[in-house]
């Protein structure tokens, strides 16, 4: 049996390849999780002492922060030093010949840096009354140290930064890995699929429904056992912290500090997020708020699920593909072909890194909610999912019915929508029109400077397009411009081009009918040449008339031509960006934007990034549904 | 040894010290978009600058204006780019907010720099507290009239209506009066004279403003009812009217001068007390460039001695006197050229009555639809409070999408 046959008759291939794609994914997303959770627990053991040691200096002068300090530093050996800025001063020190207090040095600009950073993050929290920037700046260090940066507030007032150095090490990693258990469910999986034989000839074959349900069934347990340790992960985590918070809050006791830190009205102000907000989940007792814990849960599995879900059927797609014999269809032609592959593999892989590559960044960002704003936040934390697409497709707030008649909402998608449909047929009929009728002349018998007309009506299309979009701007001009300068000569009224939705569309349309019909006249002018003159003859001896001819002779000869011309015309005019944003801009009040002017607009206007690449996906996938029922057209024509 | 093996030993040789020899000579990069005379000042200043440090090479590499601050933006926060860079100040708060672009050099900077320069320009360089850049050159706009129609120019509102109104018959396409009044950059001047502003100090959008109304009705009073202005205004409008004599005042900034016609005899005044404003001034914006040093630099203390170099009373009269800048220097307004310099003197006077643009991010939302709300107004399809009222709102919208809480 040839390894083709193999991969048809067997679902063993199958089963190993998608299984080993879901396991191998799943364990990457379950071991990144599992990282975080352990970061995220050494992270709050030393955040719990730097908000402990920040709130037990609150109250006192810069003598009495430094004695403090050095106390605190001395019951736990963790923390490794603890230095105290102010503005360009270096206030309080536990490392050895700091000599606090004194000027900060030049090298140590990036603690003033920093003071600033976190203070200005504070007050655009507080200014905006949105909480979007990180007042606890938390460094690790390769030797597993933690440097702790927050806010140091005296009388209530931010007065500086207070960094801390905690020694991260040493604490005991969550259970190990279960290692084996992804193998035993391989296996699991390989066997079923070397017990299945399929038959290639039946659609709906048992075998294949058989690994289809085996395959869910194991990818499904394994996620939900995975879900379930991270689960007991967390709750170990908060009541390891609550241990260490009871453990410190009884030290500080002894130093009589203790008042201070112990919020009256029960909120734990020491087990904090990097936005300095009380987690909420260890009381300031040291209990675990159940309800809280269960929320931290959700909020982590609403995170991990439609990742799963993502992996998951992108496996069954993988299954499917092999189950129903694609995989040894396409082996077998790799096998046939090869060296037709390894002759476009430079292609490819430039395309790789030219095009799916920056088109692949584009969809994921389209998933997340990137903007000028928080673009240095890491990948996961701005994933959202397909918020920005619901709220693309999902605004069908189109136009206001008001008692003035109804006002159009020109933000709206489907409104640019339909400018955007408008404006390609417009064109297209324009450019495909013009371009037939002078094609149509120049081809006529005779004609004397035939190659001077054809030069010059080449022309609009040999000048580049951002300098034909300028001067046309131009010469609408409303005061200068030569069209109302003419209209003026005739006695009529100038017209303010850009102020009017219809008559700022034609401007539009009138360049860009100006550019696109060269290109169909040399195209249409082509194929006129190539129809044999002896059909007209042979019509005109039959007695058929001019339009006889042209419907029955010359319009069916030019179909096979025309349409692959006109659909890259619409491609082309859908997206043409230039003669929007430089001849009308879109004016009045973005009504004349097209979808790519638009896309552009929100993501260089507005820096919403995220909702731009969105904006852009959903063009691409007009353009693919386009795209479709053009191979389906230009099929139907080939036989022609 | 054979001769070709010789050749190749002396040139890789020598090849060898020029690479060691440039590593060991600082070598600083500058990135501007200067053209002509002000390209010409700034790479004087640069060998300026090279000869008084010995060992230190400046490059000043211009870079046209439109792909400028997209190239910062895709450069230095990957650690390429120049080690100094001048933009002004519209930019700013777009590159601090995301990193990673613009160092802050407060801790660098004494007491002594600051204070060198003229009132208000350090605050367009400060985002949020911290100092980001050095200034080094302002515009604004004032008043400039041509002297065969005008005598003396007009100093409160009530006195330029008058003698607009005198001036103006629109029959013959003649005004007292043209500016870009639906462009919101020019009316801003009109705003700020009656108290309105668009952000207010914690960065929240208060564009929708009683203020900001009345501003709007008093550019209506000009255009409809005074009707001391032309229709449709734009920048090329303006200064065609005035080259031809059919427009008495213009408010313009120092980039108009270079394009009014030898043949027009022009005087330069501050822009009018508005009686209407409670006798305040208007006060126009201010565009401020400054001298950046990028957060991706690895000789950033050799880069701040130059920014500061560039902003120096000697640099600033050399930019100043051969780049045609306003600089931002103080001392050099002392200096007898400066002095007699009619067109600096004027923008410096009008200095007394500006204030910076806002250097926010969220800044670049507010333009279009507050231009839009303008035009609005002026075609007579929206009232002032309604047509603000709409702006402000979509520029909130824009500002919401972009403060995401976490």
Redesign the interface.
Known sequence: MTISEHLKRSALPGMAVAMLFALVLGSWLFGAEMADLHLQHRQRLAVLQANALVLAVADTDAAGTRKRVGEMQKLEPRIESVIIVAGPQLLASTRPGDGAPRQLKREEKPLYDLSNLIRTARETNRGEEVVRKKTIQIDEMPSGRLVVTLPYLSGGEFAGILQMQFDGSGYPRAAGDTFPFPILLLIAALLAGAALRMQTQKKVDPAKLIALVAFLLIVLFYQQQQIGRLEQVVKQDNRAIATQYLASAEQLDRLGYLPLLRDPAGVNHWDTDDYERPRGVIAADGSIAEEAETKQLARRAGFIRPILWAIDLFAVAVLLFFLYGYAGRAYAAFREHIYAYIYVAPAMIGMLVLVFFPFSYGITLAFTDTTLFNESLPFLDRLIGWGNFKAILGDFNIYQDTAEGIIWNYQNFYWTLMVTVVWTITNVVIGVSFGFILAMVLNTEGLRGKAIYRVLLILPWAIPNYITALVWRGMFHPQFGVINQVLQMFGLEPVAWFDGVISSFLTGVATNGWLSFPFMMVVILGALQSIPKEMYEAAEVEGASRWQRLRHITLPLLKPTLIPAIVLSVVWTFNMFNIIFLVSGGEPSGANEILVTKAYKIAFEQYQYAYAAAYSTVIFMILLVYGFFQTRITKATESF | MNKPMRIILVIGGLFLAGVFGAAQAAELVLWHAYRGAEKNAIEKVAKLYESRTAGTKVTTLAIPYDAYADKITASVPRGKGPDVFIYAQDRLG?WI????TVE?I???MDEATQQQFLPGMMDAMT????VFGLPLNYKSITLIYNKALVKTPPKTSTEMVKLAKSLTHADSGRYGLAYWYTNFYFHAALMNAFGGSVFD????LVLNSKETVASIKQMMKWYKQDGIMPS?P?E??VS?MFNEGKVAMVFNGPWFIGEISPSIDFGLAMLPVIDEAGKKPMRPWLTIEGAYISASSKQK?AAYDFAKFLASEEAGLILALEGRQLHTNAAIYKDKRITGDVVLNAFHDQLNSAEPMPNR?EM??VW?PAT?AM??VV?GNATPEAAIKEASK?VQE?IN??????
């Open positions: 777009g907010e995301s990193g990673k802050p407060g801790f660098f985002y949020k507290g911290t100090k914690n960065g929240k449709e734009s090329t409008l065609s203390e991010a670049t939302m279009s839009t035009n609005k075609k979509m824009s999408a972009l403060r995401k809480g976490r």
